[in-house]
């Protein structure tokens, strides 16, 4: 995705993280294990042994 896309995704008023234009609505959590595989705190690996 282009830089422009994610400057333009505003901050909520209510606690200040993103809003997505679709409505998604992902902690950073689920981003982070997405992402990586592995959990936030590190000691669940969510796609199988590593």
Do not use: H, K, Q
């Amino acid at each position: 995705m282009e830089a422009s896309f994610f400057r333009s995704v505003p901050l909520g008023p209510e606690l200040g993280t993103i809003v997505w234009p679709n409505g998604a609505d992902a902690g950073p959590d689920v981003l982070y294990g997405a992402i990586s595989g592995r959990s936030p705190e590190g000691d669940v690996c969510l796609s199988g042994p590593a």
